[in-house]
């Protein structure tokens, strides 16, 4: 096991929201942001095959940009491009640099299928000299001010190729690499190997972000304690519990829990009203669903809203539900407006 010093885990905590994708979108990012305790964020990946990427689809995935690449709480994020091809990888790297984003990240860790059948994300660990000429290409096309970074897993089906992935990303100019600690085949099945972040970092010469399986600031400070990293990006364990940086940060002193759930309910408004605003009334009760289970996981109180919420699709009832929640009015009473309170037995 690698320890760090008692200055470096002393040091100030360094936090970043992971890039998700149908997770972590643009409302997401808005609300962890202003909740605080996040330095900066990733985005969900803009896919590039060929041919260079017009400004309507790359605002689409981060209409930050508009606004000086930060959301509204002044936090930076950062673009991340996906694919495989040398060339187009590196136009539109510039393309991106050329409207002041403030840094390239590359994304060779998504496990998910669709992707990976296209030769894309975590499917390219099997391929470190591509790797290599991917992250070169990017780096040659960028001015050098602006951070070339990249977030990979630990392989494909086994962590054969691990150090050589890692390898690959450094020599091709990567400035930094965030390293989820599992392989694409893991998935995100417990546990996430922290000790293998140990071996990447002091296998290369630039840092690493360490990442995977932070749900409290006990294993914030675990795994920095166990990978010597002195950078964690979080992703599911901030969605799950939105406070998390605040804690780890002790923003609200150094023995304050959780925040209650009482005071999360106008962020869950704020999210939907942001959700309903960016996509059709038809697709924004499924994001909100999304939400509200993966915070039962963490609240309980979570769990009678979301199971009151399942089968309702009306989006203009969702809002004023959750309004009135938010206003301190009684849960049980509130769901009987819901027009499907009947059928789940919401009374």
Request: glycine share 8%; aromatic share 6%; with cysteine.
């Amino acid at each position: 096991m690698t320890q760090l010093g008692t200055d470096a885990l002393s040091a100030k905590p360094v936090i970043v929201l992971a890039p998700m994708e149908g997770l972590v979108d643009p409302p997401m990012r808005d609300i962890l942001t202003r909740i605080g305790g996040i330095d900066w964020c990733v985005s969900e990946f803009i896919r590039v095959t060929t041919g260079l990427l017009n400004r309507g689809s790359i605002q689409r995935i981060v209409p930050e940009l508009s606004h000086d690449w930060k959301t509204r709480a002044g936090v930076p994020v950062r673009p991340q491009l996906l694919g495989s091809d040398v060339r187009w990888m590196g136009e539109n790297a510039a393309l991106l640099a050329s409207m002041g984003a403030p840094a390239i990240d590359l994304n060779f860790g998504c496990p998910a299928k669709t992707v990976n059948r296209h030769r894309g994300g975590a499917s390219l660990l099997r391929e470190p000299e591509l790797l290599q000429q991917i992250v070169a290409s990017v780096r040659a096309a960028t001015p050098a001010h602006i951070p070339v970074t990249a977030k990979m897993r630990l392989g494909y089906s086994d962590t054969a190729q691990t150090l050589e992935c890692a390898a690959a990303l450094a020599d091709g100019g990567a400035s930094e690499i965030t390293v989820h600690a599992r392989t694409k085949m893991d998935g995100y099945k417990p546990p996430a190997h922290w000790h293998w972040l140990a071996r990447i970092r002091e296998s290369v010469h630039v840092p690493v972000i360490a990442n995977g399986d932070v749900w409290t600031p006990e294993d914030y400070h675990e795994i920095r304690e166990i990978s010597g990293c002195q950078q964690v990006m979080i992703g599911r364990g901030l969605v799950r519990r939105p406070d998390l940086a605040r804690q780890i940060r002790g923003l609200d002193g150094v023995d304050a829990g959780m925040a209650p759930w009482h005071s999360l309910l106008p962020w869950v408004v704020d999210f939907f009203a942001q959700t309903r605003a960016r996509v059709v009334d038809r697709h924004a009760p499924g994001r909100l669903k999304q939400w509200l289970s993966m915070l039962g996981l963490t609240y309980p109180e979570a769990k009678p809203l979301f199971a009151a919420l399942r089968r309702e699709n009306d989006a203009d009832a969702i809002s004023a539900c959750l309004a009135a929640l938010a206003a301190g009015e009684d849960q049980a009473q509130t769901l009987l407006v819901l027009p499907s309170a009947s059928a789940l037995g919401a009374a």
